[in-house]
């Protein structure tokens, strides 16, 4: 069983340019969240996919985006990089069963810096 | 809102002792889980303990055990015999359901850098 992994590890952007975020969930899992987690800040909920469709979305702007594939590993895309985005993402996978006991398993998270 | 907070921005222990880390937090859901997790400097994200809602009895795993105050709103962590391999973040964080959807998020605290001293 493979855990979730998450490319690429680091990536620099200037502001205004755009960035695409990978995600592999879990095997087994059909449900990914994005968290948004700032420097010396908890993570943040930004969006969640389920079976491919949005479901679920935290108090961030239209210019973050989500793909969640057949497959159901997932994108994040951010357009309009501003210097705030400059974070790490982390990307976490669960069942989805719509239970509160479903456990999310947490990637090892991209670090993204916009200068 | 739901929120998490963690009062205690750094906090210090010396190798073999107890330390104990605070979080409370505010929900109108009847069912959630707590969780604490931990974050090293490779910065994945570990589970270190869950506690369910509806349980009374406080979680424990090995070293780590909780103290789960419902009516208080308060979910502290207790890491016995403190090993220099703890040294990490450790964040608070509840489930709540997703706004517009089916399934939970995770709302988490600010984080605790615990240091462990040999």
């Known amino acids: 069983e493979t855990g979730v992994t998450q490319s690429p590890t680091h990536l620099i952007k200037t502001r205004g340019q755009q960035v695409t975020l990978r995600c592999s969930s879990q095997?087994?899992?059909?449900?990914v969240s994005w968290y948004q987690q700032a420097l010396g800040q908890g993570p943040q909920f930004i969006f969640q996919y389920y079976r491919e469709e949005e479901n679920g979305r935290g108090n961030f702007p239209p210019r973050f985006s989500g793909l969640q594939f057949p497959n159901y590993s997932s994108e994040l895309n951010v357009n309009a990089l501003e210097l705030d985005d400059s974070a790490l993402y982390l990307c976490a996978s669960s069942l989805g069963s719509g239970r509160v006991r479903d456990e999310q398993f947490f990637g090892p998270g991209t670090r993204l810096t916009v200068l | 809102a739901q929120t998490v907070t963690q009062s205690q921005p750094e906090m210090s222990v010396q190798e073999a002792e107890t330390v104990t880390l605070s979080c409370t937090y505010d929900t109108s859901e009847n069912n959630y889980y707590l969780f604490w997790y931990k974050q090293p400097p490779s910065r994945q994200m570990i589970l270190v303990i869950r506690?369910?809602?509806?349980?009374?009895q406080n979680a424990t795993e090995n070293r780590f055990s909780v103290n789960f105050q419902k009516a208080a709103k308060s979910f502290s962590l207790k890491i016995s015999d403190s090993q220099l391999g703890d040294t990490a973040m450790y964040f608070c964080?509840?489930?709540?359901?997703?706004?517009?959807?089916?399934?939970?998020?995770?709302?988490f605290g600010k984080g605790t850098l615990l240091t462990v001293n040999p």
């Open positions: 506690q369910e809602a509806y349980k009374q």
């Open positions: 095997s087994g899992h059909n449900t």
């Open positions: 964080a509840s489930t709540n359901r997703n706004s517009g959807g089916s399934n939970y998020k995770l709302t």
